[in-house]
């Protein structure tokens, strides 16, 4: 009886545990158009056929007339990719065996949805460039919040998580993990997610992760990064009140806007905002913190005031790190300082400073230095520091990537060995970049010691360069604009008070992207 029992068990469940091997799901709604198809194994299969036709079908004569793709695979899955997004589809597999025709599944059905980002009248990248070599490769472009191919054409975008519509809240960072996942941050929060926008983990406490700064919403900002020990290593703030000198009149107070306050003990105050660091472990504890105010109370920055009064500046913009873990070494970018420092981590000792130092009665904002408002400040495959070199302290000048031989001591030594302009074709004579590039921009290193880069800002425009300095691949943002009937570039006729554009952009293999799609982790090279 028990073995009548278990067949029966075994009859019944079956259709349920081959449904559950099928993907896409059946009538799935996608946000991407490179799709992973898997389907159950059969025994003595020696090919496995998978045609899809554009529409929703039901009747085998339409669905054959329809087919637009047809690809074959050893194993029960592969990767294929559809025409278009906001359309339905219809597919099948068929099992090839040895000598017979093969037998055929059932019709299943999906479709991909449409979203702003990805609207091919009213978005696109314009490529300028053949990618060469590069044909492969995918960026993420977190400012469309999309995926595209190297012809600029959209293979996915960011869906609607957590009940948040990603086309009302500021996308940041967007890039693969070590894991086949995607890490993002937000205005507020910080997010893993899979290929279709499942919640893999999200940071605690919703951007408020200590009580000493429930006053500051935004508490994870810029960067966001899942480390390869399966941490994650987020940017926060910090707000603490420095004492000032007792010589405060009432006229500093005034212009202070609130804040400089006093206490009861007639001691006056400034509120300062600091970047920490801050590493989560899988179940969100805080495993470790670097504090930002505890390096700077002890640095140059007293020298920054103004008549030796009170401090000129009220955020120190902690914008970018970089942990390279082999060396167990992490760089932070200050934009607002002009300055990037390494720390040894777990220790959380100064290594050394990168930008010019603070000295009493000397130029306080540091126009003459190395780089100016820089972000993305990384460290190259031999042992180079290189950054995206905003350059906004000189009104004409364009954004450059810059690499620098770090100091044998001291801050003074930097040698600068590679400089490359970044393009800006539209730019005229007298016009000023003031506005385009005041936020946002990164660069890569890629294996073949290219650089991949994001001019970021409103002008937004992304390109492969290499050693040379030769533009091996580029592509610009443009949106229709229906009063002009034409193409725009953003950031050149668009406002850049809009902030239009990307604040970061990345680059993946095709076998990064494969990892992506059946969310497995990638190989350790």
């Not at 020696?46 to 339409?62: C, F, P, Q, R, S």
């Not at 202070?256 to 006093?262: D, W």
């Not at 000295?359 to 972000?375: A, E, I, V, Y």
């Not at 943002?477 to 990345?506: C, H, Q, T």
Request: with cysteine; hydrophobic share 35%; aromatic share 14%.
């Amino acid at each position: 009886m028990s073995k009548l029992c278990k067949i029966f068990a075994l009859f019944l469940f079956s259709p349920l545990w081959i449904f559950a091997q099928i993907s896409p799901k059946e009538s799935s709604e996608l946000n991407y158009r490179i799709i992973g198809f898997s389907f159950p194994q059969k025994s003595q299969t020696v090919k496995y056929k998978v045609e899809i036709a554009l529409g929703n079908y039901d009747d085998e004569i339409t669905f054959q007339k329809n087919i637009v793709t047809t690809l074959s695979a050893n194993k029960n899955r592969l990767i294929a990719e559809v025409p278009s997004f906001g359309k339905r589809y219809t597919w099948r597999v068929t099992y090839l065996n040895d000598g017979s025709k093969g037998t055929e599944s059932e019709l299943h059905h999906f479709s991909t949805i449409k979203a702003p980002e990805v609207d091919p009248d009213s978005v696109r990248m314009s490529v300028t460039s053949n990618a060469g070599q590069y044909k492969d490769h995918y960026v993420f472009v977190d400012g469309n919040k999309a995926l595209y191919d190297m012809s600029g054409a959209p293979v996915w975008f960011f869906p609607k998580i957590d009940g948040l519509d990603p086309r009302s809240i500021h996308l940041r960072d967007l890039k693969l993990s070590p894991f086949g996942t995607i890490t993002v941050i937000d205005d507020e929060r910080i997010y893993e997610t899979g290929y279709d926008g499942t919640v893999l983990w999200k940071g605690p406490g919703n951007g408020k992760i200590r009580t000493d700064t429930s006053n500051f919403e935004n508490a994870y900002h810029h960067e966001f990064t899942r480390l390869a020990n399966g941490h994650y290593m987020t940017m926060s703030f910090e707000q603490e009140a420095w004492p000032l000198p007792t010589q405060i009149d009432s006229a500093t107070v005034a212009i202070s806007h609130g804040k400089i306050t006093r206490d009861n003990n007639n001691v006056y105050y400034q509120k300062m905002l600091f970047g920490t660091l801050d590493e989560f472990d899988q179940q969100g504890k805080l495993v470790w913190k670097w504090s930002g105010s505890e390096y700077l109370k002890g640095s140059d920055l007293s020298k920054r005031m103004i008549r030796n009064k009170f401090f000129d500046l009220n955020d120190t913009h902690a914008n970018a790190f970089y942990f390279d873990e082999k060396t167990k070494r992490i760089f932070i970018s200050f934009r607002d300082l002009n300055r990037v420092i390494e720390i040894q981590y777990p220790g959380g000792k100064v290594l050394q400073t990168y930008g010019k130092l603070y000295t009493p009665g000397g130029d306080n904002r540091l126009k003459n230095g190395s780089f100016c408002g820089q972000h993305s400040a990384r460290l190259s495959q031999d042992g180079y520091l290189y950054l995206f070199n905003n350059n906004i302290c000189h009104m004409r000048a364009l954004p450059t990537v810059l690499m620098l031989k770090p100091p044998a001591a001291g801050d003074d030594s930097l040698e600068k060995v590679w400089e490359f302009e970044c393009p800006m074709e539209e730019l005229g004579q007298n016009e000023t970049t003031a506005g385009y590039f005041n936020f946002g921009g990164s660069v890569s290193e890629l294996p073949d010691r290219s650089f991949f880069v994001c001019m970021g800002g409103s002008y937004g425009k992304l390109f492969i360069v290499n050693r040379d300095k030769k533009i091996l691949w580029s592509t610009q943002p443009e949106k229709w604009d229906n009063a002009a009937g034409k193409w725009i570039k953003d950031g050149v006729l668009i406002d850049a008070v809009k902030r239009e554009g990307s604040y970061r952009a990345s680059i993946i293999s095709r076998y990064e992207l494969e990892s992506l799609i059946w969310n497995e982790p990638l190989k350790k090279s």
